[in-house]
């Protein structure tokens, strides 16, 4: 069913999310001087009242999901640029630069989760459904009909693929679509490890790919078509563009969207 869309009646498990959120953002406000660290939050708490306000569903004229989306975009593009250039922030290096725009995502979207994730004027909710219900009709599937050579299911095999679809299962529990890309790669590299302990060689993206799609049916992740379209609305580009993240992510949408 479809969370709430407000910013209120947060849960036990998003409320320690949060608290994580924020302890990670104060670790990075520590290492700024007084005058930074005051500009960024100011600037972060107006920008999520904004949002909040934006969105109330007694708003005549109600955020459209593209709309947020721009604006959330815009948002880090803004911070990125204030990181890079104003005085204040001089002698950030690039890991540092780094870390505040993550943790600047983490903190924002933390509190917009219930209000972004899965907005009424999408068909996720549908798409969902309806991916559901399709994977459940192909669990009969087996690792031979997707030419994923599983072999012999050994204990240890077992537990990887447990871990893997665990993963999977965990996106779903994360409020930052940050946090929702890392239990994707760790899922990846549970399939990674699945692979090197049935082959004598090396796994390439011919085998992984297949691997990734028998996971995927057999653990039925919530919320699937949700949670990718979140993180491809929300998410800071950077993170989903390039490196390892950005290549595992690709492979979970595509399988996702040819369902």
């Not at 959120?21 to 999520?48: C, M, Q, W, Y």
């Not at 924002?108 to 969902?128: A, C, G, Q, Y």
Request: neutral net charge; proline residues 5%; glycine residues 4%.
């Amino acid at each position: 069913t479809r969370e709430a869309s407000n910013g209120g009646g947060m849960t036990p498990t998003s409320r320690q999310e949060a608290s994580l959120a924020v302890a990670d953002f104060n670790e990075f406000l520590k290492t700024l001087k007084k005058p930074a660290s005051h500009e960024i939050v100011t600037r972060l708490k107006g920008f999520i009242d904004e949002c909040l306000v934006a969105n109330e569903p007694s708003q005549p004229n109600r955020r459209s999901t593209t709309e947020n989306q721009a604006a959330i975009e815009k948002f880090y593009t803004e911070m990125s640029s204030k990181l890079s250039s104003s005085p204040v922030f001089k002698g950030l290096s690039s890991e540092q630069t780094a870390f505040a725009l993550d943790s600047i995502e983490k903190y924002i979207m933390t509190r917009l989760h219930r209000t972004l994730f899965s907005p009424v004027d999408t068909e996720d909710e549908t798409k969902d459904i309806e991916l559901q219900r399709l994977m459940k009709q192909l669990r009969w599937i087996e690792p031979t009909h997707l030419d994923f050579q599983l072999g012999k299911t050994t204990p240890e095999i077992k537990k990887l693929i447990e871990n893997a679809q665990r993963e999977l299962m965990q996106i779903d529990t994360r409020r930052a679509p940050q946090d929702k890309v890392l239990c994707i790669v760790r899922c990846s590299k549970c399939i990674f490890d699945i692979l090197h302990a049935v082959s004598d060689g090396p796994a390439g993206a011919d085998d992984f790919l297949p691997a990734l799609i028998y996971v995927v049916i057999q653990g039925m992740p919530t919320r699937l078509y949700s949670n990718i379209q979140y993180i491809i609305r929300f998410g800071n580009n950077m993170r989903v563009s390039s490196g390892e993240s950005s290549y595992y992510f690709t492979n979970l949408v595509d399988p996702q969207i040819k369902f």
